[in-house]
Each structure stands twice: as C-alpha cells, then as structure tokens.
C-alpha cells in the first residue's frame, strides 16, 4: 500500500491550495479516504473523509465552508481543496485509507 501526498507549500492568508493523494496497492474506488493534519505541539485531527462513491462527505468544524475533499476513483486519488486559509490551518496533513495506512504528509504553511 502507497499514499503519496502533493501539493503543500506556503500560502497567505486567504489563499488557496488544491492536496492531492495518489493511492496504489489495495482497491481505492471501495476504499473510505481521509484527510488529517497535525500541527506542532498538537495532535493529529480529522479534517475531512469521504466515502467510495464520492457523494458521501463530513468536515471538521473548522474547515466547513472552506475545504472540499473530492476523488477520482479512475485516478486513484483523493483530493482537498482549501480555500480561504488561515494561519491556524498551519499543519502537515495527511490522507488515510480506510482507517489503516497513511501517506508521508505534506506541509501547508499559511503566512504572511
């Protein structure tokens, strides 16, 4: 099994930035997928999850409104839209199959 996280980096406030998890080595299109972040000093939260078919999403309430997480199961890949970002949204974030593997993560920094 194989998470692969892309497309962190440092952002203002404000801004926006699209995370991308290729997955590889189990069945993606009926697997649930995650997306979590930890901040320095604190622990690792669930931001959003989605279900197999994609029509089934829940948030964190901090990022409702602002995060869309989406997949392409043809693709093998979850996806987060952040938009709107604050500097509390400061962590490395992480997708998780199905409970069980996660990916290296990727930092986001919200900075100005």
């Known amino acids: 099994v194989q998470l692969v996280e892309s497309g962190g980096g440092l952002v203002q406030p404000g801004g926006s930035l699209r995370l991308s998890c290729v997955a590889s080595g189990f069945t993606f299109s009926r697997s649930l997928m995650r997306w979590y972040r930890q901040a320095p000093g604190k622990e690792r939260e669930l931001v959003a999850n989605?279900?197999?078919?994609?029509?089934?999403?829940n948030y964190a309430d901090s990022v409702k409104g602002r995060f869309t997480i989406s997949r392409d199961n043809a693709k093998n890949t979850v996806y987060l839209q952040m938009n709107s970002l604050k500097p509390e949204d400061t962590a490395v974030y992480y997708c998780n199959a199905i409970g069980a593997y996660w990916g290296q993560g990727t930092q986001v920094t919200v900075s100005s």
């Open positions: 989605i279900n197999s078919a994609g029509g089934s999403t």
